[in-house]
């Protein structure tokens, strides 16, 4: 796209994620530039707006997209934040990309459509090969994290011996314990809903990196069936909610001696420690709750028919009901189409009762709850006998 030029040659490149994912042939979602030979006070006077609050990041006056200024960064202290960070227009293009994490990240493009690759990403690319840029790459604890992720979105590519043997001495010297909970998170998040989630954990658990990021989830092996089950979910397109408590409770079944509250299971601990979004940790402990229950859901009786779906609270949330019948699917030892349809056959014969007839019908207002629930009692009487 064509840009503004002052005196000074200030140049702008498209970089990082959409300059792989176009030599790749896939979608491109978001476009990131870097500018190189400029200052923040001449993209302000350019119309850029600034937005970043650890290094300069502008926004375009038109399109919006990110444009950061050529930078370098200097380790000055362990973990992620110990960094120390220099923007300036003698900062060269070579510079900023070497300071990348892979580099299939590390490929530039320019105004006329060049590829600027001083790195390799190119090659890596065409060899499906994961491989850090410089020594650098140690010095980031997130970066064990974002490779993990990344292998899991590209499948077939593997993890260059060199790197995984900086990941094991990052996990071997402390590094990877700076890591905070809600970074940790994010990148689980985003990996949870790659194309083979799997793979992910796989590559911590092959950089002995898992047991001190998640301690709880070092209980996984690589092609066990918990990550099958994960990869099932994943395999169609289930909702990250759905994958995250197909993940815990498939690990929870690992535990030697489950615990009788599912709550205090070291893998519920998790969504706790690692400040898990609520509808993803929600989900997880109805499924660690409920889906054997779900499992075996034809040979219910009205009474706990209906403990099951009141405790999922089926009536006011069906969507998270109905997450809550997929996660158990990927959960169960045989196929469980007959019991979720029987399922959502009681559920909808639960909605359709008239309440307001059971509350009118009550003698007192301290009896109206009685009156509810023997009404929908009887309506999973009546559902019950209808499906004999």
């Not at 940790?184 to 194309?195: I, M, N, Y």
């Not at 989900?283 to 709750?289: V, Y």
């Not at 779906?309 to 969507?319: E, H, S, T």
Request: proline fraction near 5%; aromatic fraction near 6%.
């Amino acid at each position: 796209m064509a840009e503004v030029h002052t005196k000074r040659t200030m140049k702008i490149y498209q970089v990082g994620g959409a300059v792989r994912d176009e030599l790749l042939g896939l979608p491109v979602k978001d476009r990131d530039y870097v500018v190189v030979g400029s200052t923040p006070e001449e993209m302000a006077r350019l119309g850029y707006k600034p937005v970043g609050k650890d290094f300069p990041v502008f926004l375009h006056p038109q399109t919006h997209a990110e444009y950061a200024l050529a930078r370098t960064e200097r380790k000055t202290a362990r973990g992620y934040h110990g960094f120390q960070v220099y923007a300036a227009p003698d900062v060269t293009l070579e510079q900023d990309l070497m300071r990348r994490d892979l580099t299939i990240n590390a490929i530039a493009k320019d105004e006329n459509g060049e590829i600027i690759d001083p790195y390799g990403g190119e090659r890596d690319l065409r060899d499906r090969v994961l491989s850090h840029v410089s020594a650098a790459f140690a010095e980031d604890p997130v970066r064990v994290l974002r490779v993990a992720r990344f292998a899991a979105r590209f499948k077939d590519f593997n993890v260059a011996p060199e790197t995984m043997t900086l990941m094991r001495a990052m996990a071997a010297n402390g590094e990877v314990d700076s890591l905070v909970a809600e970074r940790v998170w994010q990148e689980f998040a985003k990996g949870l809903v790659e194309a083979k989630p799997s793979r992910m954990f796989e590559t911590l658990l092959e950089a002995d990196a898992l047991h001190r990021i998640v301690p709880e989830f070092s209980r996984l092996a690589p092609g066990d069936r918990g990550l099958q089950k994960l990869d099932r979910a994943a395999a169609d397109k289930a909702t990250l909610a759905v994958r995250y408590a197909t993940l815990i409770a498939a690990i929870d079944a690992l535990e030697a001696a489950p615990r009788a509250d599912p709550q205090a299971s070291s893998t519920q601990l998790v969504s706790t420690r690692l400040r898990v979004p609520s509808p993803c940790a929600d989900l997880a402990k109805l499924a660690q709750r409920w889906s054997q229950t779900i499992a075996n859901a034809r040979d219910l009786e009205a009474e706990p028919l209906l403990a099951l779906l009141l405790g999922a609270d089926a009536i006011r949330r069906p969507v998270r009901f109905f997450d809550l019948l997929a996660a158990s699917r990927y959960l169960a030892q045989t196929d469980l189409a007959p019991e979720i349809g029987h399922l959502r056959r009681a559920h909808a014969a639960l909605v359709a009762l008239d309440t307001q007839a059971a509350i009118r019908s009550a003698p007192s207002a301290a009896e109206i709850p009685a009156q509810i629930r023997a009404a929908q009692l009887g309506a999973l009487q009546k559902f019950i006998a209808a499906q004999t």
